[in-house]
């Protein structure tokens, strides 16, 4: 079963290339209450069955067509080993979902996902809002506020939205003035409700730790977890797992990073080296960095700035902090 999803997902996103021009002009929902019905029922869900916890991720892909993914042990970081797992496809006809698969069939109606499969079992989830732990931490003593909504003083470019967020799409995007080496670092960002959108289209943006590594800024939420998903190191790792949260819900990012040392002749002896939560689950546990990644502003592993990514989309930012170490 997960093998031809991976052939399906391979189709998929060979197709979204070809739908990148369409996908610029896709919907875009900054707020729950403008976002409309696909939103409501879109996110996550959980419950039973029989003696096994049950999660799903439901995808919305606009104009009330939706992608379920039913994952075997509950939801991601909350049991699920990334095995047993199964997808329905439903549509929005008068105010339900009906849902359809190889597995089975379903519906959504309100808060309750009921699901039937082929072998007779059948459960019923419900619909849940998860929170990151890290959700609105303080930046302790002797660490550096880099933005707490009221002014842009620790950067160059990037644009006050919204009455304090943090928006990347001015006439510059933004990164720090100061540069970094060796830190813990706390950052906050939200991604746009975009249905109709499609991979590297929908809700994209990248933390770039000293300007030269990305770690993914991307709503890929029910996606596989590629390296570029959201949480992946571009070309250089996937995450550990996809613990990407819905779009328009605000997730955490919480970095530790030792920068690459180098002898006296300037070559690298060592290479640079983090640990990355999202959403308070390790994602990158010790992670190896042998080089930069593309699109940064440096290439030269030494230490530099936090640079946030304008990628066309409205991605916010908010409690962004360092700790120098």
């Known amino acids: 079963m997960r093998s031809i999803l991976l052939t399906a997902l391979a189709l998929v996103s060979s197709l979204s290339i070809a739908a990148m021009a369409a996908d610029k002009k896709s919907p875009t929902y900054l707020s729950a209450e403008e976002a409309g019905i696909d939103f409501q029922i879109q996110g996550e869900y959980e419950g039973m069955a029989g003696d096994t916890q049950m999660g799903a991720q439901v995808i919305a892909h606009g104009k009330g067509t939706f992608e379920v ?11 699920f080993t ?3 797992e199964f997808v329905l496809n439903g549509t929005l006809t008068d105010g339900v979902v009906m849902l359809k698969g190889e597995m089975g ?15 007779g079992e059948s459960f019923a989830l419900k619909k849940t809002v998860r929170q990151s732990p890290t959700l609105g931490a303080k930046a302790p003593e ?73 770690c993914q800024v991307l709503d890929s939420f029910g996606l596989e977890g590629l390296d570029n998903e959201c949480g992946g190191i571009y070309k250089i790792s996937r995450p550990n797992l996809n613990m990407c949260l819905p779009p328009l819900t605000w997730q955490t ?3 530790d990073f030792t920068a690459a040392k180098f002898d006296e002749e300037g070559k690298k002896v060592e290479d640079a080296v983090t640990t990355i939560k999202l959403n308070g689950v390790v994602i990158h546990d010790k992670l190896k ?15 530099g700035s936090l640079f946030l990514q304008n990628h066309g989309n409205p991605v916010h930012f908010r409690n962004i902090w360092i700790m120098e170490k």
């Open 142 to 214: 002797g660490a550096k506020v880099l933005f707490d909504g009221s002014d842009l003083d620790a950067w160059k470019g990037g644009e006050i939205v919204e009455g304090g967020l943090l928006g990347t799409l001015g006439k510059e995007a933004p990164r720090t003035k100061e540069e970094f080496g060796n830190f813990t670092l706390h950052l906050e960002f939200r991604t746009p409700f975009m249905p109709e959108a499609r991979g590297q289209a929908r809700g994209n943006s990248g933390m770039y730790l000293l300007d030269q590594y990305e």
């Open 82 to 84: 990334g095995k047993d």
């Open 69 to 79: 993914h039913v994952l075997g042990g509950g939801l991601p970081g909350a049991g």
């Open 105 to 119: 069939s379903g519906t959504i109606e309100g808060d309750t996902m009921n699901v039937s499969l082929l072998d």
């Open 289 to 303: 960095l042998p080089h930069p990644t593309p699109g940064g502003g440096r290439s030269d592993e030494k230490p």
């Open 253 to 255: 990012y919480d970095v």
